[in-house]
C-alpha cells in the first residue's frame, strides 16, 4: 500500500495558519456534535465519538474546544440537526474523488458541490460510482523517534497491516476495528503521533505525469475542501 502521507502533509502545513486551523476545528467540532447529540457524552461509552476525538487530537484540537462540542452536543440547547451525505466525481484526468458532508440543507450542499466540479473541470458521478475504489483503513504517522524493529513489530502485533518507513516518519496502516489497539500499543512506547485517524485509502493509486494536471486536481481538492458542509475528501492520485 503506498502514498497517504504527502498530501496529508501538505494539509497539515496548510493548516497551520490561524485561519484555517479555525475552519478545521469547526468542521471537527460539528462531527464531535452529531457524534455525540443523544449520549451522555462519555468517550468510553461511545465508540464513534471516541474515533472523532482521536481525530481532532491528530489535527491538535485544544482538548477545551473538545469538551464544549461535546457539551454543546450533550445540552438541553442542541437542537442542530446534521445530515451525513457522501458525493462521488472525478477530477481531470478521471481521478476519483469521494466527498464525506454534515449538512443542515441537502440542498444547498449539493448545488454547492455540483458547481464546485463544474468550475474546477471535473464531474460529478452517481452513488457507488468511485466508492468502491478506497478502502476504510486507520492511518497512523509517527515522527521516527522509536527504533525501527520495536516499533514495527508492537504495531504488527497488535493488528496493523502494513508499516512504511519513510524519511522522517513511520506510516502505519491498519484494519479500522485494530486502529485503536494499535495506537495503544504505540502510545505505550511513547511515540509521538503526526497522523492518526480512520479514513479511506485508495486501493490504487493513478500516477498524473502532468504538473499541470495535478495542479488542477489539487485545486478542485481544495475547493471543495473550503466548502463548509465539506468534512473530507479523497482521492486516488498518486503522490508525487
Given at each position: 500500500?503506498?502514498?497517504?502521507?504527502?498530501?496529508?502533509?501538505?494539509?497539515?502545513?496548510?493548516?497551520?495558519?490561524?485561519?484555517?486551523?479555525?475552519?478545521?476545528?469547526?468542521?471537527?467540532?460539528?462531527?464531535?456534535?452529531?457524534?455525540?447529540?443523544?449520549?451522555?457524552?462519555?468517550?468510553?461509552?461511545?465508540?464513534?465519538?471516541?474515533?472523532?476525538?482521536?481525530?481532532?487530537?491528530?489535527?491538535?484540537?485544544?482538548?477545551?474546544?473538545?469538551?464544549?462540542?461535546?457539551?454543546?452536543?450533550?445540552?438541553?440547547?442542541?437542537?442542530?440537526?446534521?445530515?451525513?451525505?457522501?458525493?462521488?466525481?472525478?477530477?481531470?484526468?478521471?481521478?476519483?474523488?469521494?466527498?464525506?458532508?454534515?449538512?443542515?440543507?441537502?440542498?444547498?450542499?449539493?448545488?454547492?458541490?455540483?458547481?464546485?466540479?463544474?468550475?474546477?473541470?471535473?464531474?460529478?458521478?452517481?452513488?457507488?460510482?468511485?466508492?468502491?475504489?478506497?478502502n476504510r483503513k486507520g492511518v497512523i504517522e509517527i515522527a521516527?523517534?522509536?527504533?525501527?524493529?520495536?516499533?514495527?513489530?508492537?504495531?504488527?502485533?497488535?493488528?496493523?497491516?502494513?508499516?512504511?518507513?519513510?524519511?522522517?516518519?513511520?506510516?502505519?496502516?491498519?484494519?479500522?476495528?485494530?486502529?485503536?489497539?494499535?495506537?495503544?500499543?504505540?502510545?505505550?512506547?511513547?511515540?509521538?503521533?503526526?497522523?492518526?485517524?480512520?479514513?479511506?485509502?485508495?486501493?490504487?493509486?493513478?500516477?498524473?505525469?502532468?504538473?499541470?494536471?495535478?495542479?488542477?486536481?489539487?485545486?478542485?481538492?481544495?475547493?471543495?475542501?473550503?466548502?463548509?458542509?465539506?468534512?473530507?475528501?479523497?482521492?486516488?492520485?498518486?503522490?508525487?
Amino acid at each position: 500500500m503506498s502514498g497517504h502521507s504527502k498530501w496529508a502533509k501538505i494539509h497539515r502545513a496548510k493548516g497551520a495558519a490561524d485561519a484555517e486551523r479555525g475552519k478545521i476545528f469547526q468542521k471537527l467540532a460539528k462531527e464531535i456534535y452529531v457524534a455525540a447529540r443523544g449520549t451522555n457524552g462519555n468517550v468510553d461509552d461511545n465508540p464513534t465519538l471516541r474515533m472523532v476525538v482521536e481525530k481532532c487530537r491528530s489535527q491538535n484540537m485544544p482538548k477545551d474546544n473538545i469538551q464544549k462540542a461535546i457539551d454543546k452536543a450533550i445540552g438541553k440547547d442542541a437542537t442542530e440537526d446534521f445530515e451525513s451525505i457522501r458525493y462521488e466525481g472525478y477530477a481531470p484526468s478521471g481521478i476519483a474523488i469521494m466527498i464525506d458532508c454534515l449538512t443542515d440543507n441537502r440542498n444547498r450542499t449539493a448545488s454547492f458541490v455540483r458547481s464546485t466540479f463544474t468550475k474546477r473541470g471535473g464531474n460529478l458521478g452517481t452513488d457507488g460510482s468511485v466508492s468502491y475504489l478506497f478502502n476504510r483503513k486507520g492511518v497512523i504517522e509517527i515522527a521516527k523517534t522509536l527504533e525501527e524493529e520495536s516499533a514495527m513489530m508492537s504495531a504488527l502485533d497488535a493488528g496493523a497491516d502494513d508499516f512504511i518507513t519513510e524519511e522522517d516518519s513511520y506510516l502505519i496502516y491498519t484494519p479500522s476495528d485494530a486502529f485503536l489497539s494499535v495506537k495503544e500499543e504505540l502510545e505505550k512506547l511513547r511515540a509521538t503521533f503526526l497522523t492518526s485517524e480512520i479514513t479511506y485509502v485508495a486501493e490504487n493509486e493513478i500516477e498524473i505525469d502532468s504538473e499541470e494536471t495535478r495542479e488542477k486536481v489539487y485545486a478542485l481538492i481544495e475547493s471543495l475542501e473550503e466548502l463548509d458542509d465539506v468534512q473530507d475528501v479523497y482521492h486516488n492520485m498518486k503522490e508525487e
